[in-house]
């Protein structure tokens, strides 16, 4: 399988709907959509996108909170919260990713799974040491589909 990483922006949604044909026809391909603009129209183009791949079934990944650093939902996930259910309760086929790293504390991403309930990923942009408290946590939960590790970050 593909994950590539789209950063949300409205040509790139524009690209991934373009795309949905060759998507659907390789069948290895799910985008990782991460978040960059909070304007109307990159939000209105992120719903059409989604929208889209979920008429073809194809399935996707949301990052819930986005690294970067240029974007509009940096360090703001709160602004993410409505967008989050939004996509939970319209499109079935989209997961969620959740970026972890050294510094993610426990209690962050036990929020983060309590909040989410859905399919979702943790993906790695750094080592994380709190194996011993992570792997239990994911053990018991149905809805951890896997990880992905950033390797060029580690």
Known sequence: MYYPIFRGKQY????????ISKLKDSG???????????GKSSINS???CLNDLNEAALKAIFIVNPRCRKGDFHKNIKALQSIVEKIRTENSNVSFGYWVGAETSILELEDFIRCIDAKFYLLHYSE???????????????????????????
């Open 46 to 48: 992120l719903y059409r």
């Open 128 to 154: 994380y040491s709190n194996l011993e408290y992570l792997l239990p946590l994911l053990s018991q939960n149905a809805d951890f589909l896997g990880h992905f590790l950033d390797v060029d970050a580690l």
């Open 28 to 38: 290895k391909i799910i985008p990782v959509i991460e978040p960059v603009k909070s």
């Open 12 to 19: 790139e949604f524009l690209t991934l709907r373009e795309s």
